[in-house]
């Protein structure tokens, strides 16, 4: 029997252990790196379902540029009530470095749940309570709501404009004001009728709102009813008057009778947020995206312009332009 050397066998075992070990990769400092890089992660958690032509569609579309322009991992969910702070939650949890809720409703939950998640950016399209790694989004589609008061007060006939919201949240009300202003402005006599059905959801019951407001003597309505805004346009049409897209343009909705939108643009502010959040230049505050940076339109249903006297089309394109330029500030509430 072959006896090995007690030394020999020590400097073989070393030898092997050193030659399967894998050299770590060194950056340029000398210092090691990281054999992949982590995901940059963005989550959208919305109230609707993100095919709703509206609210949170639009949302969605930020997200998507997010995806293309950053090469972000994304993933959204529709969540509302008890679910909103289980959702941020899990998304924290599995890395997402932002979780942008849409809407309101989202602000005071984020608020709760960033004190655990410190890495992870939270920020919600409106709301007032910011912190370190906590903001908000205040999209000031007031001025949009505002010229389709004017219109709305400038065309109307009967005397009596209507809007129908779903939830009663703030943000919401704050629109609802400024189309009341923007009518009231251009037509002091007029009447303004509001109502809201607790659903941003219910298709009939924004479609009864509705009816019920043309049964008043409304000519054109605004809404603010999300995936339900469809009962807006469908009573609309049944009744032969007017109706305003809000969010997103809705101006080619079946219904055909869409004279202009109040329209959000969120795919520049979506991407410049993920960019802040990605390069770690993000810090909690509440910014206001208005006309003067292109976040937010009025746009006019083309098919419909040869209803439209010619001087309303002057007015509004004035109006707007006061708007861009800061001549004229659109009534907001704070909250």
Not at 10 to 38: D, F, I, R, T, Y
Not at 53 to 79: C, F, H, P
Not at 296 to 309: G, H, L, S
């Amino acid at each position: 029997m072959i006896k090995l050397n007690t030394f020999a066998l020590a400097v073989a075992a070393l030898a092997l252990v050193v030659g399967c070990s894998a050299p770590k990769e060194e950056s340029a400092s000398g210092e090691p790196k990281p054999s992949e890089a982590a995901p940059f992660k963005v989550a959208l958690l919305t109230p609707g379902p993100v095919s709703d032509a509206g609210w949170s569609a639009m949302a969605y579309r930020g997200l998507k540029a997010i995806e293309a322009d950053t090469g972000a991992q994304v993933n959204n969910q529709e969540a509302g009530g008890t679910q909103i702070k289980d959702a941020m939650r899990s998304y924290a949890r599995q890395g997402y470095k932002l979780v942008f809720g849409h809407g309101f409703e989202y602000n005071e939950p984020a608020i709760e749940v960033a004190k655990d998640f410190p890495d992870t950016v939270f920020v919600s399209s409106s709301g007032g309570q910011t912190a370190d790694n906590v903001g908000a989004f205040r999209f000031y589609l007031e001025q949009g709501f505002y010229l389709a008061g004017v219109m709305a007060a400038k065309m109307s006939k009967s005397g009596v404009v209507g809007m129908v919201g779903g939830d009663d949240v703030p943000s919401i009300r704050s629109t609802f004001k400024a189309f009341r202003a923007g009518a009231i402005d251009t037509n002091p006599a007029i009447q303004v009728k509001e109502v809201f059905t607790n659903s941003g959801q219910d298709i009939a019951k924004a479609k009864q709102a509705t009816e019920k407001l043309i049964e008043e003597g409304a000519d054109f309505v605004i809404h603010q009813a999300n995936a339900a805004a469809q009962g807006v346009f469908d009573a609309c049409a049944e009744k032969n008057v007017y109706a305003f897209g809000a969010n997103a343009d809705q101006n080619d909705n079946p219904s055909g009778r869409v004279i202009a939108s109040a329209v959000i643009l969120a795919e520049p502010a979506f991407v410049a947020l993920a960019k802040k959040v990605k390069e770690g230049g993000y810090k909690g505050g509440i910014e206001l995206m208005g006309m003067d940076i292109g976040a937010i339109d009025f746009v006019v249903n083309p098919a419909m312009k040869t209803v439209i006297p010619p001087d309303v089309l002057t007015l509004v394109a004035e109006i707007q332009a006061q708007i861009k330029d800061g001549r004229r500030t659109v009534p907001k509430d704070e909250f």
